[in-house]
């Protein structure tokens, strides 16, 4: 493999950026992608980057807010990063052409980052064997147990040149700002940034979270603690009681502290999420309602099944029927 252009070296040459989308890609995660190029080249005056939208055969692409984008023909592309943006019906859309188009750019010394989807489709080219990569964290026991020869990582981003994967749309924007600023400097990243009242910026590294706490961790710290082991346990849920002592105080006060804080009390929310959970399995897992409700912390099928039609009003096979 040459890689002749290292895109992440300073440099004021245009770097040219095709977008690959596929069919039933989500809007945020195109707009992560090309808005960030877009807000670089007002804020600097100058045209930094270019792009161009391509898909396999250069026809429209539907994406799943039912936008439409019409693309040019991926073999006319010829650039410097291949950004593939990806969503649903995965296996259906990682067709033999496509994956030896993949391979074959790569081969040719073009730097390939999977946002969202893109990720499996770059694993299941065998493009990432060996490498370390992310995926939205929903999809990673999936991802794991699909591709093992894959160093899956829990971060919001992970570069291992010439690739990049990111966990979504908003790591993507972070990714996209990473590049800016190691090509362009700090400032001007930070500039582009603040035109989407984007903060906090998050490292690569940063881990991806089920439970939005960038809120709360600043009024409520111990709050946002407590909510991470949550999100860590929700396999094995420990009592709002064992919560308490583990971080150093009195039910009560954890009681009053997290009403404070999420507007809910503590046991009342872990139900939630991890009945949220149960809901996104049965939707996108094959997984079994004993498998579910062993990942989600449930004695049994039963008691899964009873807590999630009070809270859904349905099975989780009717879910299923309408899914």
Same mark, same amino acid.
């Given at each position: 493999m040459k890689y002749a252009n290292n895109i992440w070296q300073a440099g004021s040459k245009p770097l040219h950026v095709g977008l690959l989308l596929l069919d039933e890609s989500n809007t945020l995660s195109l707009a992560a992608a090309v808005d960030p190029m877009r807000a670089c080249n007002r804020r600097a005056d100058r045209r930094l980057f270019s792009w161009q939208f391509l898909s396999q055969a250069g026809q429209p692409v539907h994406l799943t807010s039912g936008m439409t984008v019409q693309t040019e023909e991926l073999r006319g592309f010829a650039g410097d990063l291949l950004i593939l943006v990806a969503g649903f019906r995965l296996e259906a859309q990682c067709t033999p052409p496509l994956i030896a188009a993949l391979r074959r750019y790569v081969a040719d010394g073009c730097q390939l980052w999977g946002v969202d989807g893109g990720s499996w489709i770059m694993a299941q080219a065998g493009l990432l064997d060996g490498h370390r990569a992310t995926c939205h964290w929903e999809d990673a026991e999936a991802f794991s147990r699909r591709f093992p020869s894959v160093n899956l990582v829990p971060d919001r981003y992970a570069i291992s040149a010439p690739f990049a994967t990111t966990g979504g749309a908003s790591p993507c924007i972070d990714l996209m700002l990473h590049l800016i600023t190691c090509r362009h400097g700090r400032a001007l990243s930070e500039r582009v940034a603040s035109a989407f009242i984007y903060d906090p910026l998050h490292t690569g590294d940063a881990p991806q979270q089920m439970i939005a706490t960038t809120r709360i961790s600043s009024k409520h710290p111990r709050i946002a603690r407590v909510l991470k082991q949550m999100e860590n346990l929700i396999d094995s849920p420990p009592t709002i009681a064992a919560l308490a002592r583990a971080n150093g105080i009195s039910t009560r006060k954890l009681e009053l502290e997290f009403k404070a804080a999420t507007g809910r009390a503590p046991g009342r929310y872990f139900l939630e999420l991890r009945l949220s959970e149960a809901r996104r399995r049965a939707i996108d897992s094959a997984q079994n309602v004993q498998?579910? $409700? =062993?990942?989600?912390?449930?004695?049994? /099928? $039963? !008691? =899964? $099944?009873?807590? %999630?039609? /009070? $809270? %859904?009003? /349905? !099975?989780? !096979?009717? =879910?299923?029927?309408?899914?």
């Open positions: 498998e579910i $409700a =062993l990942a989600c912390g449930f004695t049994s /099928q $039963a !008691s =899964l $099944a009873r807590a %999630f039609r /009070q $809270a %859904f009003g /349905q !099975s989780i !096979s009717a =879910l299923r029927r309408h899914h």
